[in-house]
């Protein structure tokens, strides 16, 4: 028996074009790609590779599952005073990868569907840590530090690579790009972490951001988009005391 309540897993709800309820999809672990943009990357002023040979492997790190938001209501969160949007494409597996490397043309069987969300970092930290060598896990990894919206199972999406992803604040546009921008797209990426990680149903791949990230404040509202079909609406609360 278990010494303490076990912990309930975090949820996401699936919701078909219409909006109509299609269930929950039990989280397990969150995923995050690093500098996946290269107009982002160098807005970080890390090196940005030119041609297919030099792109390197891409950067990740992790978040807690328990980190995401579904109501869109974010606290402000403590220990920063830097606190930073970056929009984002969310893929969600829904089965098991086999054993062994996941070649890129099996990846995409894995998907189960695709979310908007936003990695939120506590900038501040994160720099501090970067200067020192140190993991950036406390500017990335905390309490509500992953809103996302509604997932919408892929077959209901369509092709993904020639759509908008957007991010308005207080109703300016501070993040826009497409997804065919991304450096490595969402093959690539699950073949990549198949590299280190045994991928299972219920895992979130945040794949990376654009250019335009900047500072929330308590009270900003947040809207943002993939195309007309993944869209993520909350605000950022004060502090709790
Ligand atoms: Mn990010």
Redesign the pocket.
Known sequence: MDVIPAPAAPRIPVRGRDGRPLGNFPVRRIY???R?FADHAREMGAPVATSEADRGNPVFFMKPADAIVTDGVVPYPRGTQDLHH?V?LVVALGSDAPPGLLPTTAAMALVYGYGVGL?L?RRDLQAAAKAKGLPWDTG?GFDHAAPISALLPVAMLGPLASLPITLDINGQRRQQSTLDQLIWDVPDILHALSKLYALRAGDLV?M??PAGVAALQPGDVFHACIGDALVLDGRIDAQPT
């Open positions: 995050c790609v690093g996946n970056e984002e990695d970092t990335k945040f990376g951001t």
